[in-house]
């Protein structure tokens, strides 16, 4: 079974400082992975996504993610936090026989100044 | 190019009611799906229709059902609400054969 896991429910950085927030996946073939940022009171928003290919994916905002096989992850980072990047971030892996998305738990970003 | 849209945005029932969720998919998109966010957690996938058929259903009871129009817009209903049953819902649309699902807005449901 797929399942995918973000380590810290909350993350808080300085405005300007690197944003790392991890995601480790559990998949017996291939997976499709995704990030997705939730604000406050709003549906989720696609970041990025890894489905082939490039093994560094570079999304909306400034983000980017690495797909590692040998570690199971797919962490996202950012160089340099802004305030409007605060908000909930998932981790997602397709299920291709279910045609469905697992999600992570969520992390919770802060950005203070 | 409108995205996914939802109605009703929030929505407030009591115990034992019954209650319709209803989406419109990203234009081009045939395939909508629909997930429950309850608070503080990641969205839980319920069920996705496609060719106005029911293709995969995830671990939710059959008061969960649902419909899909031929304009590919969708409905999901809820019977018998529980107070379990408060939580954001959620609905993504994508192509039949994509893996990648865009999300509309949700709607806020309160079970009282």
């Known amino acids: 079974a797929q399942s995918v896991t973000q380590l810290g429910s909350h993350v808080s950085v300085s405005e300007g400082a690197l944003v790392l927030l991890r995601c480790n996946y559990s998949s017996s073939v291939p997976p499709y992975l995704f990030w997705y940022v939730q604000y406050p009171n709003q549906g989720l928003q696609l970041l990025l996504k890894y489905t082939t290919g490039a093994t560094l994916v570079k999304g909306i905002n400034g983000f980017e993610a690495e797909f590692k096989k040998s570690e199971t992850s797919f962490h996202l980072t950012k160089p340099s936090a802004h305030m409007s990047d605060a908000a909930e971030y998932f981790c997602?892996?397709?299920?291709?026989?279910?045609?469905?998305?697992?999600f992570g738990a969520g992390t919770r970003l802060a950005v203070h100044p | 190019d409108a995205g996914v849209t939802q109605s009703p945005t929030h929505l407030i029932k009591t115990r034992g009611q019954q209650v319709t969720l209803r989406c419109s998919p990203k234009s081009g998109h045939d395939t909508v799906s629909w997930y429950q966010q309850a608070l503080g957690q990641g969205p839980q996938f319920i069920f996705q229709?496609?060719?106005?058929?029911?293709?995969q259903r995830g671990n939710f009871p059959d008061r969960f059902s649902g419909h899909q129009f031929p304009n590919y817009s969708s409905e999901l209903n809820v019977n018998a609400l529980l107070l379990g049953d408060s939580a954001l819902y959620l609905c993504?649309?994508?192509?039949?054969?994509?893996?990648?699902?865009?999300f509309g807005p949700g709607t806020r449901l309160l079970v009282l």
């Open positions: 993504a649309s994508s192509f039949s054969s994509g893996e990648t699902q865009y």
């Open positions: 997602a892996v397709f299920s291709g026989g279910y045609n469905k998305l697992i």
């Open positions: 229709y496609y060719e106005e058929e029911e293709r």
